[in-house]
């Protein structure tokens, strides 16, 4: 079976940076992938991590540890626009298996 | 270039109805997946087409639930006998092939009344 398990809220201020967390328990892992999700819009890819470390990708950075079953989204310089849900999803094989998301606020 | 879309936006229907609901994948995508997604959870794998063949059916509910991929490119998912407990968003996503990110499309939100 698979458990992902990551907060339900956040909230942070505007500017500011806010790091979310993932943990999991897979059966099998091909990767760990970050999508940002608006409500009512699709999730849409943000990062993909497959080795322990972290990947940046501009205000974006993704960290893996395999042998902890742990990852994290971090969001710097925090905008507005990035209120969203954050979804962090464990492929296995060819099936992504998502996690709850986190609802992330930015207050000015 | 374009990304996924699905049609319709929004299904409302009666308890009992058939319903489908299409997806156009990103042009020369030859894996093709249908997530379901309830308000407040992830998506959920529902089935995974690698060209026209239904590679894996795992997640579907129950045998009310089929999906066809005919012709390697668009996807209807079909709905019979639709209960209340069928009402949520229904993701389509696709990729170039199996080991490539997904890229996933708006969504039908489905409403059985």
């Known amino acids: 079976g698979q458990n992902i398990d990551q907060p339900t809220e956040m909230t942070a201020t505007e500017g500011a940076i806010v790091q979310i967390n993932c943990t999991y328990q897979?059966?099998?892992?091909?990767?760990l992938f970050w999508y940002q999700q608006h409500a009512g819009e699709a999730p849409t890819f943000l990062s993909y991590n497959v080795l322990d470390g972290l990947e940046e990708k501009g205000r974006f950075s993704s960290f893996l540890s395999r042998s902890k079953g742990y990852s994290y989204l971090l969001l710097k310089e925090l905008q507005m626009k990035d209120s969203a849900s954050y979804l962090c999803a464990v492929k296995d094989d060819y099936k992504l298996s998502f996690g709850a998301g986190t609802t992330v606020t930015v207050r000015a | 270039g374009a990304g996924v879309s699905q049609t319709p936006s929004n299904k409302v229907t009666e308890k009992g109805k058939y319903v489908e609901l299409r997806c156009d994948p990103i042009?020369?995508?030859?894996?093709l997946y249908w997530y379901r997604q309830s308000l407040g959870q992830g998506p959920e794998f529902l089935i995974y087409?690698?060209?026209?063949?239904?590679?894996?059916d795992s997640g579907l509910p129950n045998d009310r639930f089929f999906a066809v991929r005919p012709e390697g490119s668009v996807s209807t998912l079909k709905i019979q006998r639709t209960e209340r407990g069928d009402s949520a968003v229904y993701l389509c996503?696709?990729?170039?092939?199996?080991?490539?990110?997904?890229?996933f499309g708006p969504g039908t939100r489905l409403t059985v009344l």
């Open positions: 996503a696709s990729s170039l092939d199996s080991a490539d990110t997904q890229y």
């Open positions: 042009s020369g995508h030859t894996a």
């Open positions: 087409f690698q060209g026209t063949g239904a590679a894996d």
């Open positions: 897979t059966s099998g892992f091909n990767g």
